[in-house]
């Protein structure tokens, strides 16, 4: 049981007249991560966000309808459910920077719709049995309403999703999300399936590697500093 086909384009119409509130929010949230987060406590970090183009939203719907997963009775439980619309990502050097960066936006957002505490949902998907090497933390975050005056009074009902992983974690996850998860010529194939795992490993090391040069990299200046 799936929801009805005439739903899609109801959504789509209706995305289509609210696509700039996502589009300001996002932007704004992603200011209030670079500005108040990464910058204030010196947290080395890139900074993007990035909206649904109408055409994505589309096809999310119509693959949620194949799956027969979700159940929307209306338009509103649509736009309820789909909680990634607008989304910024955080990426920095290590993983013990996204641990602290996730710590600090409880400061300067709140949850959904303004209630309560940030929703944080660390998703790391490896397991001895898979090849999945997704990693990141989701934070699913609103405005509070000291953000709201001088523009986005009307964005205190929207949510936005704020993914924080790492500088190479995010290529092996953009990569995946384009050729396993979104492709739309169907599952990967075994050789591509290889090459992703592959990666993944190399992803792994790869943030290995960065801690050990972040940690070399500051005895280097310990040091000089006990020379000088």
């Known amino acids: 049981m799936t929801f009805k086909l005439e739903l899609i384009p109801e959504a789509v119409a209706r995305y ?35 909206v649904k183009s109408e055409k994505s939203f589309e096809s999310k719907l119509k ?57 944080v949902d660390r998703k790391d998907k490896k397991t001895p049995e898979n090849q999945n090497f997704y990693w990141a933390i989701h934070a699913q975050v609103s405005l509070p309403d000291e953000f709201l005056p001088g523009g986005y009074e009307s964005l205190g009902d929207l949510s936005c999703e704020v993914q924080v ?34 990666l993944g490993r190399l992803m792994r090391q790869g943030d290995v590697t960065i801690a050990s040069l972040v940690a070399a990299r500051e005895r280097r200046i310990r040091a000089r500093r006990e020379q000088s």
């Open 16 to 50: 289509r007249r609210e696509r700039d509130r996502f589009v300001k929010l996002a932007d704004r949230v992603s200011e209030i991560c670079r500005k108040d987060v990464c910058e204030r406590y010196a947290i080395r970090a890139q900074v993007t966000f990035r």
């Open 63 to 119: 693959r949620f309808r194949n799956e027969g997963k979700r159940h929307y009775q209306t338009v509103d439980d649509i736009f309820a459910d789909i909680r990634d619309i607008a989304g910024v990502r955080i990426s920095a050097y290590l993983e013990e920077d996204c641990e602290e960066i996730i710590a600090r936006l409880p400061a300067v957002f709140r949850g959904p719709h303004g209630q309560g505490d940030i929703e």
């Open 165 to 198: 992983c790492t500088l190479i974690a995010n290529v092996w996850n953009e990569i995946e999300h384009g050729i396993g998860y979104k492709s739309e010529l169907g599952a990967p194939s075994e050789e591509e399936k290889y090459h992703l795992a592959e």
